[in-house]
């Protein structure tokens, strides 16, 4: 048995689980305008030695810590929000694998 639709805030019925075209366009005009302020990624610090070392920590740490799959990415435990001390803190490191990093890590850090 599938769950009913739901009504938009634009009045449009949208089937359970899907976002309406009105929804899609405000997240991405949201998005724009974050864009448009942040730091490029270089300038945030993923520059080539930031490449070069999260290769490195990768082959040392190949399992994602939250589930066990192959990990893809190295993330912050901590955000550093430009503390480059914190930035380049590998005991602030962790690998974990892109599902477990932008599902549960980027929940995580919404409700904190």
Same mark, same amino acid.
């Given at each position: 048995m599938s769950k009913p639709p739901h009504l938009c805030q634009c009045g449009?019925?949208?089937p359970h689980g899907? /976002? #309406?075209a009105c929804?899609?366009?405000r997240t991405r005009a949201r998005n724009k305008r974050h864009d448009a302020t942040r730091p490029s990624a270089a300038l945030r610090g993923y520059n080539r030695d930031w490449r070069a070392a999260r290769a490195e920590y990768l082959k040392q740490h190949? $399992? #994602?810590a939250m589930c066990g799959a192959p990990a893809t990415l190295v993330d912050? /435990? +901590?955000?550093?929000?430009? %503390?480059? /001390?914190?930035?380049? %803190? /590998? +005991? $602030?490191?962790q690998a974990l694998c892109t599902p477990c990093h932008n599902r549960h890590k980027q929940r995580q850090e919404r409700g904190a």
């Open positions: 449009q019925i949208v899907a /976002r #309406c929804q899609i366009k190949g $399992n #994602c912050h /435990r +901590t955000p550093h929000r430009g %503390d480059m /001390r914190l930035f380049w %803190d /590998r +005991t $602030n490191w």
